[in-house]
């Protein structure tokens, strides 16, 4: 089962929304983690269990790329608006670093998020390559 975590700002959460309305039979089989009030939002929209973090600005964002570090999370879906300063910026920025890091797809719009639903990749049992570390971590090491 795929585990997806779902952010918005608040000023996209009825794009995402709508979105994932339109979208509904595609989470229909998938394990949904959402940071704080978009979590409940969600979980109302689609009629089903969303798992749900703190706010962001109140630690959600780390949470959930703890669990992107812990390979926890196979997509993300983070609408984030670009048009409002948001007091977290420096936790959205490690939140999508960590996306890139741990090489799990990111959909920071509608329109990525359709390719990326729509995608024959996505609809068969796709394994990411998950980056080896092993070199960074011991990069202090004396040999």
Known sequence: MKTIALVAHDGKKAALLEWIEKHQSFFADKQLIATGTTGKLISEKLQQPVRCMASGPLGGDQQIGALIAEQHIDWLIFFWDPLSSQPHDPD???????????????????????????????????????????QHNNRLQKS
């Open 92 to 134: 959205v920025k490690a939140l999508i670093r960590l996306a890139v890091v741990w090489n799990i797809p990111v959909a920071c719009n509608v329109a990525t998020a359709d390719f990326i639903v729509h995608s024959s990749l996505y609809q068969q049992e796709y394994q990411r390559s998950v980056p080896d570390f092993q």
